[in-house]
């Protein structure tokens, strides 16, 4: 979980700049796919901290879905050892 948190964040970071300076972008399915697969922490800390997509629907919809999704993942393992 923490290594998928921090590449998902490492890579908003990096589209964040790619678009700051007009280049080649991530695809936005990719981004959207990191936080489904459980970087979704990662995900929102980058959209907060740099401002990325956040003016997106589908990521300020999605990214907090996924996040509260695994949460209740961990939580039902944790609660079932």
């Not at 990191?34 to 401002?51: D, E, H, S, T």
């Not at 997106?56 to 990214?63: A, D, G, K, P, S």
């Amino acid at each position: 979980m923490f290594v998928i948190n921090v590449v998902a964040f490492v890579l908003y970071a990096y589209d964040k700049h790619k678009a700051v300076y007009e280049l080649w972008r991530t695809p936005e399915a990719l981004l959207i796919t990191l936080a489904a697969c459980g970087g979704a922490y990662g995900a929102g800390m980058a959209m907060l901290l740099f401002r990325h997509k956040t003016k997106h629907l589908l990521f300020t919809i999605t990214v907090p879905i996924c996040f509260i999704i695994w949460m209740a993942i961990w939580i039902f393992m944790v609660l079932s050892l």
